[in-house]
RNA sequence: UGACCCAUGGUGUAACGGUAACACAGCUGGUUUUGGUCCAGCCGUCCCAGGUUCGAAUCCUGGUGGGUCAGCCA
């Protein structure tokens, strides 16, 4: 290989994140022999796609890096967490197709190891009970711009604070009645180091520790330290915990031995999409008010949503690589994840005809008993899906909106005296428009053009439009759900004066009954994806039943049509 | 009137001191039995002001703007 050939293949080399080249460069210098990674939630809601964009940053550094990711549930708050919440995260990040190496951990799992480090704290005179109240605590905290005040009770002994510490635990305190706090400096511009509490009172039932505990180690005095226990290389968060690393490191350097891995925290901008909200309140208060029907519903942006909705995990893959990781604040437009999947899509998806809105065409030059099967790509992208065949008879269905008595030369569409080819099948001409009492089209009449089977115009004669069609006789009624962003505005929850609910799209889910979709569609399975031509993506629903089949819109194709003439 | 962080086209991300790249969106045009896909082209001079340097989006200083922090939440 030549010089020349060696600079070009590391041109195209993809740039690395700032984290990804932290983690080179820790590999390099031997730092670490091995990266180790985690995704901590707390189960106490379910995952959404800001969290696929850490599952993605976490799982997918150990991949790039041989490494490892470990998945930890972050339970120090045993009111505000589920096991409901557990399972729907370790069903969401399988589902994603990571798999975490080893078993699950909990924080839970190191209460002990927690309380003995308190302890040890306490005995070097780095954390001290404290009586006050939740009020006086506040209050003698200071503000950003004002130093706080010391404790009263903040010099008491070690064994003084030690025997207080271990009747805490014991149970002879109330909830509330005495916290643990580090001791480190009341003055500090750090609000966060204003003697921080490590450990509250809280007598309630632990979903995994039930009643063995009854005091329960805050985050800061956690996290850092599982991280450790966990042998973590690099502990990747979200920015607003910038502030919390100087602490992370304080209760580090207060229990790390010579010799250990020590982990670091990093911090990236979270992910905010436009056109919807992203915080756990919000969404629960959507599923709460049922404005959404759960936190599933297909125009959340949960990752138990977005699959419902007919995401794919490599859509989600694809969109988390172009939003990228850095430090700045950022809203992704959702546009972007529309073509994350719209792109899988196109490549992978089954093509199938269907007329969401039907009208019906009967061809008169077609003889009445006659049935015909013409041959169908199964997707233009993909040459080894094949082919399948769709029935034709004399009387058919075409979309609505496909017919206009008149219209202009841009409409390439069927028009009266018209001609247009039937996908795959003939071409037609329309002669004569059917209406009701109230002058609506009922029924169109046309005539086809026998030698222009499977579409072709064998005397080169051409039609601008092509259209989607069904045979009525061998129509498969299905339900159609169309989704819309569930926001009308950009950002809901960016307004001071207003509340998000109140910029809910009304128009956000539009059900449609009585479409018509080819009999291909008979033995589609809940989750089974499809391109509806020239309609969109759509997927089998998990409330279908035998007798009847619900599909949702995934997301629109693109269509410059609609696009010019808005 | 504090500390920390951030500041590149409409939206994101890159360029690691050598003269702005990629993706999405938008707009033009071409191909096409999906007004889909695909292909070609257009769309920024890097928040401001000083400084260092032969040379700065990149380094320094000062502004300005935005974010985070006053839970016994994570």
Redesign the pocket.
């Known amino acids: 290989m030549t010089d020349k050939n060696i600079t070009e293949n590391q041109e195209e080399k993809k740039?690395?994140?700032?984290i990804e080249?932290i983690v080179e460069e820790d590999l390099k210098s031997g730092k670490h022999k091995e990266i180790i990674t985690r995704f901590?939630?707390?189960p106490?809601g379910y995952l959404h796609i800001g969290h696929a964009k850490s599952i993605i940053l976490n799982f997918g550094l150990s991949e790039t890096f041989h490494g490892k990711t470990n998945l930890r549930f972050?339970?120090?708050?045993p009111?505000?967490?589920d096991v409901e919440y557990v399972d729907s995260i370790l069903e969401d990040v399988q589902w994603l197709g990571y798999k975490w190496h080893g078993d699950v951990h909990y924080?839970s799992d190191y209460f002990e190891q927690l309380y003995e480090w308190a302890v040890k704290l306490i005995k070097d005179g780095y954390a001290y009970v404290?009586?006050?109240?939740?009020?006086?605590?506040?209050?003698s905290?200071?503000?950003?711009?004002?130093a706080?005040k010391e404790s009263p009770f903040r010099n008491r002994s070690a064994e003084e604070n030690i025997d207080l510490f271990e009747r805490m635990r014991k149970g002879e305190f109330k909830?509330?009645?005495?916290?643990l706090r580090a001791k480190i400096d009341m003055s500090?511009?750090?609000?966060?180091m204003?003697d921080?509490?490590m450990y509250?009172?809280?007598h309630s039932e632990h979903h995994r520790t039930a009643d063995k505990w009854c005091i329960?180690?805050?985050?800061?005095f956690?996290?850092g330290q599982s991280d450790y226990i966990e042998g973590i290389t690099h502990s990747i968060c979200?920015?607003?915990?910038?502030?919390?690393?100087?602490l992370y490191d304080w209760f580090l350097d207060h229990i790390y031995e010579e010799g250990r891995t020590r982990p670091r925290q990093i911090?990236f901008?979270r992910l905010?999409l436009?056109y919807t909200v992203m915080s756990k309140?919000k969404l629960a208060e959507l599923v709460e008010k049922k404005l959404v029907s759960g936190w599933d519903d297909p125009r959340m942006p949960t990752i138990s949503g977005l699959r419902r909705r007919g995401y794919t995990p490599e859509a989600l893959q694809l969109f988390a690589e172009?939003?990228?990781?850095?430090?700045?604040?950022?809203?992704?437009?959702v546009?972007?994840l529309?073509?994350s999947i719209?792109?899988h899509l196109?490549?992978t998806a089954q093509?199938v005809m269907t007329v969401l809105d039907p009208l019906k065409v009967t061809i008169t030059n077609y003889p009445k008993d006659k049935e015909e099967f013409l041959s169908a790509?199964n997707?233009?992208?993909d040459e080894s899906m094949g082919e399948r065949e769709i029935p034709f008879s004399r009387t058919l269905y075409i979309e609505k909106e496909?017919f206009r008595e008149e219209?202009n030369r841009?409409?390439?569409?069927l028009k009266l005296g018209g001609e247009v080819?039937?996908?795959?099948?003939y071409f037609i001409k329309c002669n004569e428009v059917v209406k009701d009492e109230n002058g609506n089209i009922i029924e169109l009449l046309c005539t086809y053009d026998p030698l222009?089977?499977?579409?072709?115009?064998p005397d080169g004669r051409?039609v601008?439009?092509?259209?989607?069609w069904v045979s009525a006789k061998h129509a498969l009624n299905v339900e159609v759900k169309l989704y819309d962003r569930l926001f009308s505005d950009e950002s809901p929850d960016g307004h001071k004066e207003k509340d998000f609910t109140e910029f809910i799209n009304p128009d956000s889910l539009t059900v449609t009954e009585n479409c018509k979709a080819e009999p291909f569609l008979k033995t589609a399975k809940v989750g089974n994806r499809f391109?509806?031509?020239?309609?969109g993506y759509f997927c089998v629903d998990k409330d279908s039943s035998k007798d009847k089949i619900i599909f949702n819109r995934t997301v629109p194709?693109?269509?410059?049509?609609?696009?010019?003439?808005f």
């Open positions: 740039s690395l994140n700032f080249q901590p939630p707390e106490n972050d339970d120090t708050n009111v505000k967490e924080a404290d009586d006050q109240s939740i009020e006086e605590i506040s209050a905290r200071g503000t950003p711009t004002q706080g909830d509330g009645e005495k916290v500090s511009p750090n609000m966060h204003r921080p509490i509250r009172i809280k329960y180690p805050m985050y800061d956690t996290h979200t920015l607003e915990f910038e502030n919390h690393r100087p911090e901008a905010n436009s309140r172009k939003v990228g990781v850095a430090k700045r604040e950022n809203i992704i437009d546009g972007l529309e073509y719209k792109e196109n490549r093509r790509i997707n233009p992208e496909d219209a841009k409409f390439f569409r080819r039937l996908r795959y099948a222009s089977k499977g579409g072709k115009s051409k601008k439009g092509t259209l989607h391109q509806f031509e020239r309609k194709l693109r269509d410059s049509w609609a696009k010019k003439n």
